[in-house]
């Protein structure tokens, strides 16, 4: 239950947060973008509070959920019930649309940038001395690898806690 909470409490930081970060243009705007700086010390504070009140295999486990993409199905679902609260209503639908970019640092999501690494270069903008740069994307991701990645992942926890 311990698990279920702290990847719940996660995704609705998530949430809030990226949320309120894309509608100020913290997000993805800057060398350092704040808001995973923020999002990473939320995620370390979680882990250490399931380490010390709890044990390793739930700190574990909590880690294994969100690096198999189930804290962005949670993300998701939220979308749903309160997506009108940023204009994302519809945010649910992204993963099933194949718009999936952000997931390179899940178990999958390595082994696609390990294998075939990033798209081409097909943007192009100015860095913050006016430069033109171009920027290479993260491959999509497609939904049935983010499921089939969560699955596995709450599988392991499930083996892992018993």
Not at 4 to 17: K, Q
Not at 25 to 51: H, M, P
Request: charged share 15%.
């Amino acid at each position: 239950m311990n698990i279920l909470i702290s990847i719940i409490i996660f995704s609705i930081f998530d949430f809030i947060g990226y949320n309120v970060s894309k509608k100020y243009k913290w997000v993805d705007e800057n060398f350092i973008n704040l808001y995973r700086v923020i999002q990473g010390i939320v995620q370390l504070i979680i882990t250490s509070y399931l380490l010390l009140h709890y044990d390793f295999v739930t700190a574990l486990s909590f880690n294994i959920l969100w690096w198999t993409f189930v804290a962005d199905w949670i993300y998701y679902l939220l979308c749903i019930p309160f997506g009108f609260i940023f204009n994302i209503s519809t945010g649910y639908k992204e993963p099933f649309q194949n718009k999936v970019r952000h997931a390179w640092w899940t178990f999958f999501g390595l082994i696609q940038l390990l294998l075939f690494g990033k798209e081409p270069a097909k943007i192009a903008k100015k860095d913050f001395i006016g430069n033109i740069i171009s920027i290479r994307s993260y491959r999509i991701l497609k939904w049935q690898y983010l499921l089939s990645q969560s699955i596995i992942g709450i599988i392991t926890v499930i083996l892992i806690n018993n």
